[in-house]
């Protein structure tokens, strides 16, 4: 824009003053139109066939405009240079050995405003990955949850229930195996309750009588010490006993004098019982009393007794009643020494009660123990039959759902980051935070190809589609690499170029509007500048795409729009603006002049304007190549074809409804009528 102001100040400053003093000198001076005739012929033909040239002109642009219909934008601004260059040397040695969707990576990038290390965090990423991986076009998708580009096992349900399910039957046929053990287990059970059993019906059986043994002993022992002071007595008496045991023989006539003499005191025994006397005098009393025991004495046979003893004595024996009450005496301290390490008779009995009861107490428990150990291990045999099928069950969905993303689940605990290997990997792909992470995505698309940056847009749709309702519902997710790079370029050059042509279109009408002083003209200028860019591309279609192989480059046809509309506008507004002013009152009259008069000035323009366009074909970028013979040819369809067929063709078929809604003016005076 500022180069053409200044080439505008310096036409209306500089040239006419340069223009002046070159005619005193008589240098510049106008030279006879070689090219009149020619110019007058072409008027004749487009007056007198209208119909037939509009429609030939037509055709050519609306076949070349076809053919720009299947135009090819290429973003690989690689192929913009020359092969011989280092770096596309560099990709094509690259290209050989590695694919390029490796060598030019596309990153999946999610940031999330919390942290995505933890177990519902992973699993969203990774179903995310999933339904990326999914898409037509992708084939590896590398991140946290898939390192590799494949899922890891271990964080797969399907591999963890696989996993469950074998170590459940290894359980299942450990626990078969053990089976005899179970067996031997609970008849153990048995037979200790069993012997627990007999032993307390045993031990109540024994104990029982002892209790009463208990009792008995502790009433000898008391009934012993009852009878330790008697047994002093006899032990201080012994002698003079032994004294008379050891005269046996002797014993029986001294018992009979003693029974005869206590005979011979009967009577007296008789009048003292009733002497009234006697029984109120003490020493009488005492006497009577005496007499009375030595009759009893004799009436129970104890001098019999006593003579017998001493019949029964044998002295060979020297068996004395010291020495057997010694004997006695030792036997009682021995028993009463029993009696004190028994300790009371009555605690013993109580502890023997206690015995009986813990042991009545443990056959119980024993028995109950056997009931519980059968119930154990009948539950254990059930237990494994469970697990049998639920092992077998885990196992065959393992199986089932091994070679499926959607149905093998996922499960990754936020702990997976303590492991020092999985860390390592991780950090490829989370940040220090948690917050971002990135997934690494291969496609079988060449990056800088259309269908590359398709892909980059439903690769972000899709990522988008999995946010709902998981932990990365405000996640924002966005694609980087070079396909993600060219979508964004296409995305904005198309907006541009809408915007760009629709502000180009609505100026230029409106300065055609405002200089025409009409509407339909402005009209069909509009419409053969914007047929005429269509054709131009077209041409470069069939030349590069369709002859070469090549794809247009991406700036040119925003560049070819600019230059085309504008510079074809320009010219065909000379046109129509000399075709007003030689109308007239005969809009055929004004084709023939306007046609004959201008052709020259404006082909010439047109020639040099596209031999500096043709000029940047000799460069070695493809951008200026495509730019110079779109755009060159462009200008020569103007020249040639739209300008002076396709538009005096209209504006003849029209006439004065060209100007419309105004009439056209300033006729010339003195113009004849002439008849094409």
């Known amino acids: 824009a500022i180069a053409v102001l200044f080439g505008f100040l310096a036409t209306v400053t500089l040239l006419p003053p340069v223009l002046s003093l070159a005619a005193k000198r008589g240098i510049g001076e106008p030279k ?28 050519i642009l609306l076949a070349l405009s076809a053919a720009a219909a299947t135009i090819k934008i290429s973003y690989d601004d690689r192929k913009g240079q020359p092969d011989t260059t280092a770096s596309n040397q560099g990709y094509h040695l ?47 998708v590398s991140g946290v949850t898939r390192p590799t580009g494949e899922r890891l096992d271990q964080a797969e349900l399907a591999w963890q229930n696989g996993q469950i399910g074998d170590k459940m039957a290894g359980a299942v046929a450990e626990g078969n195996s053990r089976k005899d053990d179970l067996a031997k287990l609970t008849g153990g059970a048995d037979q200790l309750a069993d012997g627990l059993a007999q032993l307390d019906s045993t031990v109540r059986t ?148 206690r015995l009986q009861d813990g042991i009545g107490q443990l056959a119980s428990g024993a028995q109950a123990l056997a ?34 993303d959607s149905s093998s689940g996922f499960y990754l605990p936020a702990n997976a980051f303590e492991n020092r290997q999985f860390t390592d990997v991780a950090e490829q792909f989370l940040s220090p935070d948690g917050k971002t992470a990135r997934f690494m995505i291969e496609s079988s698309h060449d990056p800088y190809s259309v269908e590359a940056m398709d892909l980059a847009s439903r690769i972000t749709d899709t990522a988008n589609t999995a946010r709902p309702n998981t932990s990365l519902a405000d996640a924002t997710v966005s694609v980087a ?38 509407l339909l003209a402005p009209l069909y200028l509009l419409g053969t500048v914007v047929l005429n860019y269509l054709a131009s591309l077209g041409i470069g279609v069939v030349v590069f795409q369709w002859g070469l192989g090549h794809e247009i480059a991406w700036p040119v046809p925003l560049l070819a729009f600019i230059i085309l509309v504008a510079v074809g506008a320009d010219y065909n507004m000379l046109l129509v603006s000399r075709l007003r002013e030689e109308s ?45 013979l779109i755009i060159g040819f462009g200008l020569l369809l103007d020249t040639f074809l739209v300008r002076t067929l396709t538009v005096p063709a209209i504006a003849t078929l029209l006439r004065e409804a060209s ?10 005076r003195g113009d004849p009528k002439q008849k094409a």
């Open 94 to 140: 690259l290209d050989r050995h590695f694919r390029k969707d490796v060598v030019i990576s596309e990153f999946l990038v999610v940031e999330n405003p919390t942290d995505m290390r933890t177990g519902k965090g992973l699993a969203d990423l990774d179903e995310m990955a999933s339904r990326v991986s999914q898409i037509p076009g992708v084939t590896k």
């Open 206 to 353: 024994a104990l029982t009588p002892l209790a009463g043994i208990l009792t008995q002993a502790q009433s000898a022992g008391t009934q012993v010490n009852q009878f330790r002071p008697l047994l002093q007595q006899l032990s201080a008496t012994a002698p003079a006993v032994d004294q008379a045991i050891q005269s046996g023989p002797g014993l029986r006539p001294l018992a009979n004098q003693a029974q005869n003499a206590i005979t011979q005191l009967d009577p007296l025994v008789g009048a003292l019982n009733t002497s009234p006397w006697c029984a109120t005098t003490p020493q009488c009393a005492q006497i009577h009393d005496q007499v009375k025991i030595l009759a009893t004495l004799r009436d129970s046979g104890f001098f019999t007794q006593i003579a017998d003893l001493g019949d029964r004595y044998d002295p060979a024996t020297n068996a004395t009643v010291g020495g057997t009450l010694a004997n006695v005496e030792n036997a009682v301290a021995s028993l009463d020494k029993a009696f004190g390490a028994l300790g009371d008779p009555a605690d013993l009995a109580t502890n023997l009660r």
């Open 371 to 404: 009931t519980g150990v059968r119930t154990l291990a009948d539950s254990n045999i059930e237990m494994l039959s469970g697990m049998s099928q639920i092992a077998t069950q885990l196992q065959n969905s393992s199986r089932a759902a091994a070679d499926s």
């Open 32 to 59: 006879p139109d070689r090219t009149r005739r020619y110019w007058n012929s072409v008027a004749v033909a487009v007056v007198r066939r209208p119909v037939p040239l509009l429609i030939v002109s037509l055709v």
């Open 481 to 518: 690499g070079f396909p993600a790079v060219n979508s964004d370029i296409q995305r904005l050059l198309w907006a541009d170029f809408a915007q760009l042509a629709i502000a180009t279109i609505i100026i230029v009408g409106v300065i055609l509007i405002l200089l025409l002083r009409a």
């Open 659 to 668: 100007w419309w809604p105004t009439k056209a003016t300033n006729p010339r």
């Open 584 to 628: 007239g009152t005969n809009i055929r009259v004004g084709v023939l002049r306007t046609v004959a008069n201008t052709g020259a000035v404006i082909t010439s323009a047109g020639l040099i304007f596209a031999a500096s366009m043709f000029g940047l074909m000799v460069g070695s970028v493809a951008i200026m190549i495509q730019a110079g």
